[in-house]
């Protein structure tokens, strides 16, 4: 596929499909270079995603308020519109009927699901004035097995649930359809609670993480909202490298620090004697449980506590275990400074830092290099057409 999708340009997602994605590649090598360059003499090697169409296994579609060129009366009543906001313009919702990075037939499903909101007289929620219903569209697709997940999130209230079903089998195959309700005024696709509408709780996606030999299969469930990396196929290159970096430290205890539901944990736990994974995420937690036991795995322990915390605790207590490694991988706004810290002062010999805003992990480096030596910085990427891209920084205790 060349051609660019018909909302490039104006939506806020991707910046680069006008690019050959080869030439996107290399620009967020040169890039990265150019950004640890005080740091890291050479190149900074970017291992591409296996496709750059279609990759996301997540995304999220919000209903807003259409805007208009010029302010209509006060009394005129906006149309709802769904899709995503405008590039640069994070007030401006656009409506969208494709996009070529989400799940293939989402074009479709937008289109049922904006005629089922006009056939119902739905209108989008406005946190201004706290009218309206209609608050998100929640796509989840498991890419190796083709189960899908659609959550529609709406404000307090009822509507015809049965034709909102309808209206989605019509369009896209879902195996999971839900009702999630958001009392809060943040625009993010969050529900406080959720009820099935259609199929089962949850879906199930597959990795097949690379080794020295055959893949390691793994399988995830997924809730609606749990973490899981958003390109399956990127993330099992991703899982591979730190994979094949945990083998070549010869730790045989572990510390997944922000583990999430466990890829990372799984995908290494036939390396070493004992993983502890710490999260604070209460359901993330429970579906790393599921996880470790759907995989035949018993030796990980899934600890439910800020990474900050948990740290202190092991400072206060025995430290860590002396053969053992640290994989950090932490939200967009990386480390905070009391769990940096505490990390530095437990000297683990071997630290991997996987970064998916390496601007941010840019301002942490040079604390870590008090105590550490910068062994390797490369990156895969996981986002095709956007700036982003997910950073590996591996460190060894000087």
Known sequence: MTDVCKHFRTCGGCRSQDVPYEEQVKAKGEALRALFAKFWDGPVEVEPSPTPWNYRNKVDFGFGLKRYPEPPPKDFERESVLGFKARGRWYWPLDIDECLIAPEGVGDLLGTVRAWMKDQDLKAFDSRSKQ?????????????????????????????????????????????????????????????????????PTIDECLHVPTDAEPRELRFRLSPFSFFQTNTFATERLYGRIRQWVQDTGARTLYDLYGGGGGIALSCADLVDQIWSVENVQSASDDGRH?????????????????KNYLKDL????????????????????????????????????????????????????????????????????????????????????
């Not at 696709?189 to 199929?199: N, P, V, Y």
């Not at 998916?356 to 480096?365: D, G, I, Q, S, Y």
């Not at 996981?382 to 000087?398: I, M």
């Open 291 to 307: 996880n470790m036991q759907v995989n035949g795995v018993e030796h990980i322990e899934f600890l439910t506590n800020k990474v």
């Open 132 to 200: 309206g219903f209609l608050r998100a569209l929640l796509v989840r697709e498991g890419k190796r097995t083709g189960d899908r997940m659609v959550v529609l999130i709406t404000a307090d209230g009822e509507f015809d649930k049965a034709s909102f079903v309808e209206a989605v089998l019509s369009g896209f195959p879902a195996t999971s359809i839900q009702w999630g309700i958001n009392r809060g005024l943040a625009d993010v696709a969050f529900a406080d609670e959720t009820e099935i509408l259609h199929g089962a």
């Open 315 to 398: 400072l206060q207590g025995d430290g860590m275990a002396p053969d053992c490694a640290a994989v950090v991988d932490p939200s967009r706004s990386g480390m905070t400074p009391k769990a940096m810290r505490r990390l530095i002062e437990l000297r683990p010999p071997k630290i991997l830092y996987v970064s998916c805003k390496p601007t941010v992990f840019a301002r942490e480096l040079p604390q870590f290099l008090e105590a550490y030596r910068l062994d390797d910085l490369r990156a895969v990427d996981l986002f095709p057409h956007t700036d982003h891209v997910e950073a590996l920084a591996s460190f060894s205790l000087k």
